[in-house]
């Protein structure tokens, strides 16, 4: 099974601020199979990125995602308040389908 | 516009089976493919499986012993079932989309449900 382990477990950040987070797959994953969610509090997740770098509808391009084979990134340019959330990584190159344990970018 | 709702109970006892049904409007159970996720409280995402109308399901190792995902292409929906319930098993639990080999691209609500006696 891949295992995708994100990190850091909290990044603490101010709005305007960049902020990368880093999702590692312990066996190499096409990118076309990496995908980015946001959660925000009390909510449901919601698509952020495909394909690692192709970012949803609605999404804007103060989002980036860029990666390949086991290591992909997620990159906030500059943090606006509403983007103080949880990020997930998941993969669907092969079953199962895991999620990775989250990024809490909390307001510092 | 695609909707996806959960329903059920939201309290199943230990040992017991928990039933969801995901309604789906707006597109058709025959195309795309249907995944539940769960979220235990103050934890993060799990995948559970999913299913095409078509295709066998696939279920994570960890649940598959337990676990039943199922379609009802005259209901336009699909449904969960978890075996044997312990406390362990209290989540919230979402159904939703994606494509063959592609993100999940609509979720519903999510349902709260508690395994308690």
New interface residues.
Partial sequence: ?IVLTQSPGTLSLSPGERATLSCRASQSVSS??L?W?Q?QPGQ????L???ASRR?TGIPDRFSGSGSGTDFTLTISRLEPEDFA?Y?C?Q?SS????????TKLEIK | QVQLQESGPGLVKPSETLSLSCSISGVSIRSYYWSWIRQPPGKGLEWIGYISYSGSPDYDPSLKSRVTISVDTSKNQFSLKVDSVTAADTAVYYCARHGPGSAIDHWGQGTHVTVSS
Wanted: net charge negative; glycine share 8%.
């Fill in positions: 099974d076309s199979y995908a969610y959660q449901t997740p919601r698509l990125m495909s394909d949803a949880v997930y998941q669907f079953s199962p389908h895991a999620f990775g344990q989250g």
